[in-house]
Antibody, heavy 114, light 107 residues
Framework: EVQLVESGGGLVQPGRSLKLSCAASGFTFSDYNMAWVRQAPTKGLEWVASISYGGSNTHYGDSVKGRFTISRDNAKSTLYLQMDSLRSEDTATYYC???????WGQGTLVTVSS | DIQMTQSPSSMSASLGDRVTITCRASQDIGNYLSWFQQKPGKSPRRMIYGATNLAAGVPSRFSGSRSGSDYSLTISSLESEDMAIYYCLQSIQYPFTFGSGTKLEIK
């Protein structure tokens, strides 16, 4: 059974950093591109970033480019999102998703507030 | 960036009704269009991929179609469990972009 479990969310002050993790199981992690998608409270879905299966290619949404870094450790079957210079508008539930978004994690809430 | 214009933003329909939600792409996206269902407090669920392909485990009353740059999700006979917000997503070009969502309510 495919499982994606996010962790690392929480309350953080503006300007600070946070690193999210997504632990994958039930499939060969290194075979799939991965992505992060976020959803601000009561708002729609927003694609944040994607990474190729080997980790060599990354893409970012305009709202996070230069502040967020997506990475992966295929040996640990884990996806990461390093979030720096956080802003109040980054407050959202962050989901990791596999490949063509067939599978999603349960999400982890990030709240940016002083 | 490719814009996905989704309509309507909300709708109310009766059980058994045929329901159609549409996304229009601002550029050619071929068939790189997926539809997702999201219920309150839950993660999104992929319903349709490749514009017309039913995802695993999705009831056959759901279908996807394409007419030019217009993509549609149709529920042939609405059931109470279909109450949710539906989103389209284009994945042909980065940045990937979602439609703004359609909130489907049951009358």
């Amino acid at each position: 059974e495919v499982q994606l479990v996010e962790s690392g969310g929480g309350l953080v002050q503006p300007g600070r950093s946070l690193k999210l993790s997504c632990a994958a199981s039930g499939f060969t992690f290194s075979d799939y591109n991965m992505a992060w998608v976020r959803q601000a409270p009561t708002k729609g879905l927003e694609w944040v970033a994607s990474i190729s299966y080997g980790g060599s290619n990354t893409h970012y949404g305009d709202s996070v480019k230069g502040r967020f870094t997506i990475s992966r450790d295929n040996a640990k079957s884990t996806l990461y999102l390093q979030m720096d210079s956080l802003r109040s508008e980054d407050t959202a539930t962050y989901y990791c998703a596999r490949g063509t978004f067939a599978y999603w994690g349960q999400g982890t809430l990030v709240t940016v507030s002083s | 960036d490719i814009q996905m214009t989704q309509s309507p933003s909300s709708m109310s329909a009766s059980l058994g009704d045929r329901v159609t939600i549409t996304c229009r792409a601002s550029q050619d996206i071929g068939n790189y269009l997926s539809w997702f269902q999201q219920k309150p407090g839950k993660s999104p669920r992929r319903m349709i991929y490749g514009a017309t392909n039913l995802a695993a485990g999705v009831p056959s009353r759901f279908s996807g179609s394409r007419s030019g740059s217009d993509y549609s999700l149709t529920i042939s006979s609405l059931e109470s469990e279909d109450m949710a917000i539906y989103y389209c997503l284009q994945s042909i070009q980065y940045p990937f972009t979602f439609g703004s969502g359609t909130k489907l309510e049951i009358k």
